[in-house]
């Protein structure tokens, strides 16, 4: 078991240009989700997929982030137009979910790390 | 929405001391949670409570999901060096499983 991965780990862009972040779940895991971190704050949630399909969004979520999850293994994250307000840590977290949260443990990537300069 | 408010939001003690840290809500909660996060990575979980009244233990780390539903205390005993980072709490929601989190108390020991 290799864990979460995420990729890049580190990323430093210009205001206005585009960035993507990809990440791969733990195998087997149905469901992944997204979350934004900043300096000195805990992760807030932006959106999850069950499968393929993503079945919630936050309104952290503006309309210059889209996430996707093709196949229902590996996500990524686009940021569109990046602002420096979009600074942050982007975690994705993975689980095993077969309804309520007992037994159903999210474990989270080390995170990608976001500079807009 | 609801509201975690975590305290304290920092604590700076000398290795072998006890910690206490708390969570409170302003809603009943179904699940607490207890997460650390070292510099640089993702948080990971240290100790999971699903019914009120629970107390569980994970080494040095015992937490307890208070009765009313509304809190919750993590403790960890003889502290030590790597202990060091930010701990969250933070709530699982029935449907989707999605994590509510609190701001975090920030530990820091002195060897």
């Known amino acids: 078991d290799t864990g979460v991965s995420q990729d890049p780990r580190h990323k430093i862009t210009k205001r206005g240009q585009n960035v993507t972040f990809r990440c791969d779940p733990i195998?087997?895991?149905?469901?992944l989700y997204w979350y934004r971190q900043t300096l000195g704050q805990g992760p807030e949630f932006l959106t999850y997929f069950q499968n393929e399909a993503q079945l919630e969004k936050s309104r952290l979520l503006s309309d210059r982030f889209s996430a996707e999850r093709p196949k229902g293994s590996f996500s990524t994250l686009e940021i569109q137009r990046t602002e420096q307000g979009d600074s942050a840590m982007y975690l994705c977290?993975?689980?095993?979910?077969?309804?309520?949260?007992?037994?159903?443990?999210?474990?989270f990537g080390e995170g990608s790390w976001l500079t807009v300069v | 929405g609801q509201q975690l408010n975590q305290s304290p939001q920092s604590m700076f003690i000398q290795e072998g001391e006890d910690v206490s840290m708390n969570c409170t809500s302003s809603?009943?909660?179904?699940?607490w949670l207890w997460y650390k996060q070292d510099p640089g990575e993702g948080p990971v979980l240290l100790i999971a409570?699903?019914?009120?009244?629970e107390l569980t233990s994970n080494g040095r780390l015992t937490a307890q999901f208070g009765i009313t539903r509304k809190d919750s205390f993590l403790n960890i005993s003889a502290s030590i060096p790597s202990d060091v980072g930010i701990y969250f709490c933070?709530?699982?929601?029935?449907?989707?499983?999605?994590?509510?989190f609190g701001g975090g108390t920030r530990l820091m020991v002195k060897p």
């Open positions: 933070a709530e699982q929601r029935w449907a989707g499983n999605m994590l509510t």
């Open positions: 809603s009943i909660f179904n699940t």
């Open positions: 409570l699903y019914k009120a009244g």
């Open positions: 977290a993975s689980s095993y979910g077969v309804g309520d949260p007992s037994g159903n443990t999210i474990y």
């Open positions: 195998s087997e895991h149905n469901r």
